[in-house]
C-alpha cells in the first residue's frame, strides 16, 4: 500500500519524526509499518496521531507480529507478546511428536499460539482453542479461519467432554500478573490489555492453580500442560503440577524474558 502513498520518502522521514517526538523508540522501524499499512495519506495521519497518542503499534496496524506470523488483534482482546513466542514454541515442539495431536488452547485471547501450532506442526492437528470473553473468542475464530474449533467458556467447561483423556498438548497462556502489580504494569497494557486478561488474583496463580487442578483428567498419557509464569512463581508454579502427580519441567529465555513451566501426565510403564 506504501507505494500508493504520495512522496513516501518525506512520509518515513515525518513520521518518524512525529513518533519520535511521541517517545517511540523505535520510530523509524514503525512509521515503516504505518506507511505499509495506510491506504492513503489521510489514513497515515490517522495512524500516526493514534500511535503518537500511546495506542499500542499492534492495534494501529490490526495486527501483531508472532513467531513469524501476522496475528489480527483487535481492541478488548489481549495483544499476543514476543515473550509468549518460547511457548508457542514448546507447544509446536510436543505437538510434533505426535502423529496426529490433540492439541487444545484455553485462555486463547486471538489464538496466536494455535496460528502458530498449525503453522508450524509438521502434520495435521486437531486444534481447540477456547476462552472466556465472547470478544476473544470470535477474534480467535477469525484468526484460525476453520482451521480448529474455538469454543467460549471458563477453561475445561468450554470444551466438549470427547476429549478427555486424549489431549496430548493443553497450552494456556493465563493471566497471572498479581492484583496488586497491575497499577506498575507500562501504561500500553494497563490502558488497552482489560484487567480479566492480566489478573492473576493475589499471587497472580489462581487462574493456573485452577488449570493444573483439571489438567491431568483432560491429557493422554504422556500428554502435556504447559504455562508461561513469571520468575517468582516457579517454585510454586512446579510444586502445585507435583503435587497433581505431573513430572515438572521448566525452560526460560532470558533475551525475551520468558519463562515456561510444563507438567507431563506419566505415560503407565510398559508391562
Ligand atoms: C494473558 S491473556 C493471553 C491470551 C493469548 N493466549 C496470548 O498469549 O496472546 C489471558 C486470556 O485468558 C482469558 N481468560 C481469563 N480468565 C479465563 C478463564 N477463567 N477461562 C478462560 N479464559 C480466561 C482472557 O480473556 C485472556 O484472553
Redesign the pocket.
Not at 105 to 110: M, S, T
Not at 130 to 133: G, L, P, S, V
Given at each position: 500500500m506504501g507505494q500508493r502513498l504520495r512522496g513516501a520518502a518525506v512520509n518515513q522521514t515525518e513520521v518518524a519524526s512525529a513518533l519520535r517526538g511521541a517517545g517511540c523508540v523505535w520510530a523509524e522501524e514503525e512509521a515503516g509499518l504505518l506507511i505499509e499499512s495506510a491506504t492513503s495519506d489521510e489514513d497515515l495521519a490517522r495512524r500516526t496521531r493514534r500511535r503518537a497518542g500511546g495506542e499500542p503499534l499492534e492495534l494501529v496496524l490490526g495486527w501483531a507480529a508472532f513467531r513469524g506470523l501476522r496475528i489480527g488483534v483487535e481492541p478488548g482482546?489481549?495483544i499476543?507478546?514476543r515473550r509468549?513466542e518460547l511457548l508457542a514454541g514448546q507447544a509446536v515442539r510436543h505437538a510434533s511428536r505426535a502423529p496426529a495431536p490433540v492439541v487444545v488452547?484455553?485462555?486463547?485471547?486471538?489464538a496466536?499460539?494455535s496460528c502458530a501450532v498449525l503453522h508450524e506442526a509438521p502434520g495435521p492437528v486437531e486444534l481447540h482453542a477456547?476462552?472466556?470473553?465472547p470478544a476473544?473468542a470470535a477474534c480467535a475464530r477469525r484468526n484460525l479461519g476453520g482451521r480448529g474449533q474455538v469454543h467460549t467458556g471458563?477453561?475445561f467447561t468450554?470444551l466438549p467432554a470427547r476429549l478427555r483423556g486424549r489431549v496430548d498438548v493443553l497450552v494456556a497462556?493465563?493471566?497471572y500478573v498479581p492484583t496488586a502489580e497491575l497499577e506498575f504494569l507500562p501504561g500500553e497494557a494497563r490502558d488497552f490489555d482489560p484487567a480479566?486478561?492480566?489478573d492473576g488474583g493475589d499471587d497472580g496463580l489462581t487462574?493456573y492453580r485452577r488449570l493444573i487442578d483439571g489438567a491431568a483428567g483432560w491429557l493422554a498419557p504422556g500428554g502435556q500442560v504447559m504455562c508461561e509464569i513469571s520468575r517468582a512463581q516457579l517454585p510454586a508454579a512446579v510444586g502445585h503440577m507435583i503435587t497433581h502427580g505431573l513430572i515438572a519441567e521448566t525452560r526460560h529465555d532470558e533475551e525475551i524474558e520468558a519463562r515456561v513451566v510444563i507438567g507431563t501426565r506419566p505415560a503407565p510403564a510398559p508391562r
Open positions: 482482546v489481549f499476543p507478546r509468549t488452547e484455553l485462555c486463547c485471547g486471538a496466536a499460539i477456547a476462552d472466556i470473553d476473544a471458563d477453561l468450554a497462556n493465563v493471566p480479566h486478561t492480566l487462574v
